[in-house]
């Protein structure tokens, strides 16, 4: 059983509009992750996130996407005004270690659609 | 920059047959590689991984990967698959300071009975 649930499974919305995906651990994590796959193509790294601070992020994490973990537990990815090809599938990973070696394990995901 | 590349789109095999999913990948320093498994519909479950010692690894589900380092490959093989081992399987390539992970395209494995 993965050790982050995800919320919500799925979700619909309209272009525009801002959507707050929430990946929630189960045990005290540090490192978290977000990628997302658009239907029928490659797992895509996001962002990541430790420390309550972003410490890497790909060309797709534009000024549109925001992360947080407001409350110590719960780790959020925000899009601030969807558009249709935000629509994918998104995971939230953590990292298991504090060392190199680390191995990532993924939530359940979120499938987002925008219509 | 870090590339994964699974050449099959697509492989069929007969259940009870053995299996062999290629992967490649491009990195500069030592990679860290994985293997991940996704039924439809769902998330990715970690099948095994490989940081260093022996290049042979064993996962779950009767899994084993190797790593060639001189062929920059890590191929997938079961020897006997199952009917529920069809799914989408996906290589990926990790290790610099992120620790981001790079994800081939996935190679969709079909069971036939």
């Known amino acids: 059983e993965p050790e982050v649930t995800q919320t919500p499974s799925h979700q619909v919305t309209q272009m525009g509009q801002e959507v707050i995906l929430r990946c929630v651990p189960i045990?005290?994590?540090?490192?978290f992750y977000w990628y997302r796959q658009i239907l029928g193509q490659k797992v895509e790294f996001l962002v990541s996130f430790y420390n309550n601070e972003i410490s890497e992020k790909s060309e797709i994490f534009d000024d549109q996407f925001s992360v947080e973990r407001p409350d110590g537990s719960n780790f959020t990815l925000k899009i601030r005004s969807t558009k249709l090809e935000d629509s994918a599938m998104y995971f939230c990973a953590y990292r298991s270690a504090s060392g190199r070696q680390e191995t990532q394990y993924f939530g359940p995901g979120t499938r987002l659609l925008v219509l | 920059a870090q590339s994964v590349t699974q050449p099959d789109i697509h492989i069929t095999v007969s259940e009870g047959a053995s299996l062999e999913l290629r992967c490649n990948y491009s990195?500069?320093?030592?990679?860290?590689l994985f293997w991940y498994v996704q039924s439809p519909g769902q998330g990715l479950q970690l099948l095994l991984k490989?940081?260093?010692?022996?290049?042979l690894v064993q996962g779950i589900k009767g899994f084993e990967a190797e790593f060639k380092r001189s062929q920059s490959s890590f191929n997938l093989r079961k020897p006997s698959v199952h009917w529920s081992d069809a799914a989408e399987y996906f290589c990926?390539?990790?290790?610099?300071?992120?620790?981001?992970?790079?994800f081939g395209g996935g190679t969709r494995l079909m069971v036939k009975p």
């Open positions: 990926a390539v990790g290790g610099n300071a992120g620790n981001m992970l790079t």
């Open positions: 045990s005290n994590h540090l490192y």
């Open positions: 490989y940081f260093s010692g022996d290049t």
């Open positions: 990195y500069g320093a030592t990679p860290y």
